[in-house]
């Protein structure tokens, strides 16, 4: 199941088919023709706070009714984060996570695979995160729940 040439990609005035076509191409191209690092080269962070970032989180990229299924999962073992991106609508994953950060209320992941990152503010409990999902130029909503 690919986008491309499917009936789910119409044009349209407001440009938003390009944005979900730029966003799935890089995701695409990890899925597909990317060589993937080993498991020992996954990015981490050994920022303190990060630890408390594990768990499965999941959401979904909302352009014009498509959804994007995406899914973060983050591991702390001995001291170190690690995370990686799972697109499930698209046949994707363990995209390496190349940073993750809690920096008080707000988390923050960045996957340099496909130039894509996450910016959000956490709610009280900790278990949702309500942001901005930025890839080659575009910003979409997305929000992440655990």
Known sequence: MRLFG?????????GMTAIYAAIAASI??????AERPALGQVA???AADASSLAGDWAGALDVQGIQLRLVLHVATKDGTTTATLDSLD?????????AIMRTGDQMSFEIAAIAGSFK?????DGKTATGQWSQNGYDL?????R
């Open 44 to 46: 981490s962070t050994s």
């Open 28 to 33: 695409l191209m990890w899925s597909g023709a």
């Open 6 to 14: 499917s009936n789910r990609c119409k044009p349209d005035r407001d």
């Open 90 to 98: 698209q046949d994707a994953t363990g995209i390496p996570v190349s």
């Open 120 to 124: 959000g503010d956490l709610s009280a």
């Open 141 to 145: 909503p997305l929000t992440m729940k």
